[in-house]
């Protein structure tokens, strides 16, 4: 089995700051890309940013320039640091990882989602 465990959500002001983390566990042989996704309630999940393996990324257009996606190979952890959030950032947001256990193929593995508020 695979875990992904999510941390950071909250409340917090617009123009503020917030920190996610998100670690796996479990029957890990490698991981590939890992990435965080949104979601408002009534609307579809949608990709916020995703780093692969080799340290590539790729982010919205909404949050480029405000939110940095990094991850720590190591203790296979995926970062989320969000910066000037705005009101329309409210969302939960989810882990995602590519994994690879036992056998291949690589497998999509998702977090419980944590909430994410931005309002005065």
């Known amino acids: 089995q695979v875990q992904l465990v999510e941390s950071g959500g909250g409340l917090v002001q617009p123009g503020g700051s917030l920190r996610l983390s998100c670690t796996a566990s479990?029957?890990?042989?490698?991981?590939?890309?890992m990435g965080w996704y949104r979601q408002v309630p009534g609307k579809q999940r949608e990709l916020v940013a995703q780093?692969?393996?080799?340290?590539?990324?790729n982010y919205a257009d909404a949050v480029k320039g405000r939110f940095t996606i990094s991850r720590d190979g190591a203790k296979n952890t995926v970062y989320l640091q969000m910066n000037s959030l705005k009101p329309e950032d409210t969302a939960v947001y989810y882990c995602?990882?590519?994994?690879?256990?036992?056998?291949?193929?690589?497998?999509?593995?998702w977090g419980q989602g944590t909430q994410v508020t931005v309002s005065s």
């Open positions: 995602n990882a590519y994994v690879r256990t036992t056998t291949p193929p690589f497998r999509g593995y």
């Open positions: 479990g029957n890990i042989f490698t991981i590939s890309t």
């Open positions: 780093i692969i393996n080799g340290g590539s990324t």
